[in-house]
């Protein structure tokens, strides 16, 4: 079916607005899950649209609904949901850029160019409820704070985000712009594991303290914690697999006050990356299995704390090459580009991802010619290019016509 007008003509045409929109929130970031002002700015943008909105109650999220009008409305009947996400979120980085819409909130800026993000999200709201005759189901559109930090999209799934169509989303798609790594709008991903999962480990070496001359009273933690460091690293190494990499590192150990006093604790933080859900679970087992079994062998105990982390960011497969075919046909062969490995980097969609299936794309949005020459993203000096934003709010809303077509469609 031809539609009357064309998702990225649409997109084009409102691109001044959404271009001025993307200025007003990068000239104000906020951090975190609180974004009041953020979320004023969205509710303004999407002001006069035939949505329904909810707030969250926990973060300062938005969740629209925006029901498609096309297709058969049988009563009864299930029409396909798609999720679209955008995050908010600025970072508590001192803007360097000179930009004349450059930050005007002391010690913080849009570095990651979540900024983008929502000023496109916005704009495939305005092009879907501009074509919802022909759009057969219903779209959430996710606005959530805290990506970078403490993370909004659990409290947003707890708070009903995949059921707030009343049916459960289908699947999901979000977008990330990148400063540096490919050129301007040149889109990529990878089926499968595209980002990693980031977990904090803390060990705590258990034993008791006493006088440094006379160690066979005391359990010292300092020599178990020391030997437990080097255990860790042979675990890594000799328990997994190299092409499913295990990242584990020790970047604090603390104990003890001064030479002569043996402490009566140790403890002992790292970072773990991992890039499958299979290989995050078993290192969680295998760092536990070590710390308590070393520390038991001298008669000591762990304690062992990991968690707060994203887990890893898994493209769906099918969901994945969809939305592929979806950027060459909107924008051309030359403007895809496949990512032969994952990133270490995590990513606050992956919990979305864990529920339902659905795919998570970046795009260069670089402004000078040669984007190896670009500041990367979270500098202070990092530039996105305004000509992204109409490309995201197009490619969304393609997505989500697209999508809910071929889920609708019978067979
Ligand atoms: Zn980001």
């Known amino acids: 079916m031809q539609r009357v007008a064309s998702a990225l003509g649409l997109a084009q045409a409102m691109a001044p607005e959404l271009v001025a929109l993307r200025r007003e929130l990068h000239r104000h970031p906020e951090l975190g899950n609180d974004l009041p002002r953020t979320q004023r700015t969205v509710l303004d943008a999407l002001d006069g649209l035939d949505l329904e909105i909810t ?33 908010m979120d600025g970072l508590p980085v001192t803007e360097a850029t ?12 849009h570095a990651c160019g979540h900024d983008l993000h929502t000023a496109g999200l916005v704009g495939a709201a305005r092009i879907l409820h501009e074509l919802r005759d022909e759009l057969v189901g219903d779209v959430v559109l996710m606005f959530q704070p805290g990506e970078e930090g403490p993370g909004g999209a659990e409290p947003m799934l707890r708070e009903g985000l995949l059921e ?36 904090e480990v803390r060990i705590t070496v258990q034993g008791k303290g006493g006088h440094g001359s006379q160690p066979h009273y005391a359990l010292d933690p300092v020599p178990v914690a020391c030997e437990l460091v080097l255990a860790l690293q042979t675990m890594v190494t000799r328990r997994f697999d190299v092409f499913d990499p295990v990242v ?3 970047g604090r150990i603390a104990s003890g006050t001064v030479n002569n006093v043996i402490p009566d604790a140790a403890e002992i933080e790292a970072t773990l990356r991992t890039f499958s859900p299979e290989h995050r679970e078993r290192a969680h087992t295998e760092i536990r299995r070590v710390a308590e079994h070393i520390s038991a062998a001298h008669g000591l105990t762990a304690s062992v704390d990991i968690g707060g982390g994203y887990p890893v960011t898994v493209n769906d497969p099918d969901e994945f090459a969809f939305a592929r075919d979806t950027v060459v ?9 496949d990512m032969p490995e994952p990133e270490a980097g995590a990513e606050d969609m992956a919990f979305v991802l864990e529920e339902v299936p659905g795919a998570y794309l970046n795009v260069g949005a670089c402004v000078v010619d040669d984007h190896t020459t670009a500041e990367d993203n979270h500098s202070p000096r990092a530039l996105y290019d305004d000509s992204v934003v109409p490309d995201i709010a197009a490619l969304l809303a393609e997505l989500a016509l697209r999508r809910t077509a ?5 067979g």
């Open 329 to 337: 046909d909107l924008f051309g062969d030359d403007r895809w580009s």
């Open 406 to 410: 071929a889920l609708a469609a019978p």
């Open 98 to 109: 000179g930009l004349d819409y450059a930050s005007q909130e002391p010690g913080l800026m």
């Open 164 to 199: 707030a169509a009343g049916r459960r989303v289908d699947t999901a798609y979000a977008t990330h712009v990148y400063a540096a790594e490919r050129p301007r709008g040149v889109w990529f991903g990878r089926p499968g594991p595209q980002m990693a999962a980031a977990d």
């Open 248 to 250: 584990l590192t020790v």
């Open 55 to 87: 707030t969250g109650r926990e973060v300062s999220s938005v969740v629209a609904v925006l029901r498609g009008r096309g297709g058969s409305r049988a009563a009864g009947e299930e029409r396909p949901v798609v999720l679209l996400r955008g995050d």
